[in-house]
């Protein structure tokens, strides 16, 4: 299974529409977004999305999702969040996962440590990391779609049947 790992979009419509794009014509299986889609219309662009994509896009909310009522109403047709908006467990492709916009260091090592998650995600520093511990753990932040503070707009591609992931730079 391919998961897209998008996060820190901040409304910017380019390249939230050229991410959508790759991840189409990769055939992704599933999206999750680790947080600050920002505002409620960018619904719009993430329907652009494949219909099966779209089944399949999972998500958390970040410290700038501010009108979190209706970003829920709008994208909670095709984006599940979890009560609390803050966390995501889920299994997809076999492996188990846990999401989360901005978890402390100490919770990342921790839970990769644990051996109870296959891959942990993260967003809100807008940097890169992509990592694979030594108990096959994959830890990855995404970076930043949006790309207004490091002046690179990324995302990643895991593959979890090889438990590798692969980041796209837009």
């Not at 977004?33 to 652009?48: I, K, M, T």
């Not at 930043?144 to 692969?166: L, N, Q």
Request: proline share 2%; aromatic share 8%.
């Amino acid at each position: 299974m391919k998961i897209a790992v998008i996060s820190d979009s901040h409304d910017h419509k380019i390249n939230i529409l050229k991410a959508i794009s790759i991840i189409n014509e990769r055939n992704v299986d599933a999206l999750i977004h680790c947080g600050d889609y920002v505002a409620p219309f960018v619904r719009r662009w993430f329907n652009e999305l494949n219909d099966s994509i779209k089944k399949n896009f999972l998500g958390v909310f970040g410290n700038n999702d501010g009108e979190r009522l209706f970003l829920k109403e709008n994208l909670g047709q095709i984006c599940e969040f979890p009560q609390n908006g803050n966390e995501l467990i889920l299994e997809l492709g076999g492996k188990r996962i846990f999401a989360s916009h901005m978890p402390r260091e100490q919770t990342i090592e921790a839970l990769g440590n644990s051996g109870n998650f296959d891959i942990i995600l993260s967003g809100h520093t807008h940097f890169l990391s992509n990592k694979k511990l030594d108990n096959g753990t994959l830890v990855i932040n995404p970076g930043e779609i949006c790309g207004y503070i490091t002046g690179k707009a990324t995302f990643a591609i895991v593959d979890t049947e090889r438990m590798e992931s692969e980041i796209i730079e837009l």
